[in-house]
């Protein structure tokens, strides 16, 4: 295997290319201008920043691809930049590939899958059990790199890439139990025999928002079914999912078992060829609804089994009799986690009328509280979001909701002073209407609109109106009700009394416009699996009387 070199060096950070202040605890002169402040406070901050990105092993830090066991440029010998959507500093580049490199990728894939699917479930277990142990001991370079190209908080951050090193290990133990069934035929002296087996070359495309946990959610059951991948990452957070290669290569993933190919640019050109070519026998994506149905027609000349994690519009119900404080401290964790950007966090806030008010001035002293910048910062709560655009998009459906009605009860505004990507946590109340952008849309921002409702049956019609059906929250104390409600709600997943519903054990997914499959779980590694029937005629069993 190619000795593998880093391909970026130590970012330059000087004054001039800062372009946003950062938090600093140092006392200045109460008579300096604000201008010369923010200045001293960004030439301070530099060498802390500067301090806080050195990795303990500089060798995760990976801007290249990996085809065939080989970090390598893309063959055009472009390349883009990545940015630090904190401080819109570039962080380095990865190879801008394209369809030979994608080719490339998938032809290596293709090689070396015979080999890994013939290893037993229990040596792929020792492997992926390793990947998982080399994943906790890297977790704090790791968790660096997460917030550095996605702007995570350190909290956020570190839980990530514990939630990704939980896949490992769920699939190590997975990868030794797959079985199969005897089935009785109808016939005398036949025999059905059903077994599991490797779905085939697996094409991997994964988002920004969990640069580490969805990557080892896919590779983990693809590795423990015994199949070999291409992984297409995201273009904005590239450098967590080579890191995480990297672990998988020192833990014993054969050459060309994982292949990675990065693009920005190129995104759609990538997924066309995976999708396009007969060796690909499967896609898993995660991602926005709009691409998955793109996906879905590019895959279908081809019959390629899918797995489609889309996007949510996730109801959360508070009931009168429900723990108000608990429910808020759920909304923080379901609406507020990763500065909103997941895709079963809270969207739509439906809380009863009887608790309306205090729930209101509970969530309201709770949001006051969070701390906001920069993740050089390990006091900060949340970061920016992924750019630019995606902080004028929420600006974007908040002066929307406001000019239909709806009140501002705290934030509401980008935070310019902090950077471009930045926007206030947001409460909205009021008359929160259906034909706002607020509620049609998957908000991927810091914004809470809360709803008041009156009914049972009017919230649950209310929360079933739209076209997806990923995740579900429901808060109450009543066992029967918690029942009710959680069944007749059209989604794939439902949380009673807990703002988290993602585990490595739990099967996730949605319905409707929100996917097909699922991930995690034993239904995760069924995804990777197809079934195969043997049946064995003409036996001539003869029983005999045993006296």
Not at 14 to 19: A, D, G, L, Q, V
Not at 387 to 393: E, K, S, V, Y
Request: charged share 20%; glycine share 8%; aromatic share 6%.
């Amino acid at each position: 295997m190619e000795t593998k070199q880093s391909s970026l060096a130590t970012p330059v950070l000087t004054k001039s290319t800062i372009e946003s202040p950062l938090a600093s605890s140092l006392p200045l002169p109460a008579s300096i201008s604000r201008e010369i402040r923010l200045r001293y406070q960004q030439t301070i901050n530099i060498e802390v920043m500067s301090s806080w990105r050195t990795l303990k092993d500089p060798s995760l830090l990976i801007g290249k691809n990996l085809i065939g066991g080989k970090w390598v440029e893309a063959l055009s010998g472009q390349r883009f930049d990545v940015f630090d959507p904190a401080t819109t500093q570039r962080i380095g580049s990865c190879p801008e590939s394209g369809e030979q490199d994608a080719l490339q990728a998938i032809d290596a894939a293709a090689k070396a899958m015979p080999a890994w699917r013939t290893r037993t479930g229990r040596e792929r277990s020792r492997i992926l059990r390793r990947w998982y142990e080399l994943v906790l001991e890297n977790k704090e370079d790791l968790a660096k790199l997460i917030s550095w190209e996605n702007g995570k908080a350190q909290a956020d951050a570190m839980g990530e890439v514990q939630f990704a090193a939980s896949f490992l290990e769920w699939f190590a133990e997975e990868a030794a139990r797959v079985y199969g069934d005897v089935i009785p035929h109808s016939t005398p002296g036949y025999r059905v025999v059903v077994s599991k087996e490797p779905v085939g070359v697996c094409g991997l495309i994964t988002p920004w928002n969990f640069p580490g946990a969805m990557v080892t959610r896919k590779l983990g059951p693809a590795l423990a079914a015994g199949c070999a991948v291409v992984l297409k990452t995201a273009g904005e957070t590239p450098f967590t999912a080579t890191a995480m290669a990297y672990l998988a290569e020192k833990a014993g993933v054969p050459a060309g078992v994982i292949n990675i190919v990065n693009a920005l640019e190129n995104t759609p050109q990538i997924g066309q060829v995976l999708c396009s070519s007969p060796i690909i026998r499967k896609i898993s994506f995660t991602g926005s609804t709009r691409v998955g149905r793109l996906l879905m027609k590019q895959s279908s000349d081809t019959v390629k089994k899918l797995s489609l994690e889309l996007g949510g519009n996730a109801p959360f119900i508070v009931f009168d009799d429900a723990d108000v404080d608990l429910a808020v401290k759920g909304v923080v964790v379901a609406k507020f986690k990763v500065t909103g950007q997941t895709c079963v966090c809270a969207n739509r806030i439906y809380v009863q009328s009887g608790v309306y008010d205090y729930f209101i001035k509970k969530l309201t002293a709770s949001v006051a509280a969070f701390k906001i910048g920069n993740a050089t910062d390990s006091t900060v709560t949340h970061g920016p979001l992924i750019n630019a655009g995606a902080a004028l998009r929420v600006s974007e459906m908040v002066e929307d909701a406001v000019k239909k009605g709806a009140q501002v009860v705290v934030g509401g505004k980008k935070i310019p002073e902090l950077g471009p990507a930045f926007y206030e946590p947001t409460i909205l109340s009021g008359n929160i209407t259906q034909d706002m952008r607020i509620v049609q849309e998957e908000i991927f921002g810091p914004v809470a609109a809360i709803q008041k409702f009156d009914t049972e049956d009017s919230v649950v019609d209310a929360a079933n109106d739209c076209d997806v059906g990923l995740a579900s929250y429901v808060y109450t104390e009543n066992l029967g009700r918690a029942a009710r409600v959680s069944e007749l709600l059209h989604s794939g997943m439902v949380a009673v009394n807990s703002g988290v519903i993602s585990d490595a054990a739990s099967p996730f997914g949605g319905i409707k416009q929100s996917g097909i499959g699922r991930e995690g779980s034993k239904y995760g590694l069924d995804d990777y699996m197809q079934t195969k029937t043997l049946v064995v005629g003409n036996l001539n069993i003869v029983h005999r009387a045993s006296i």
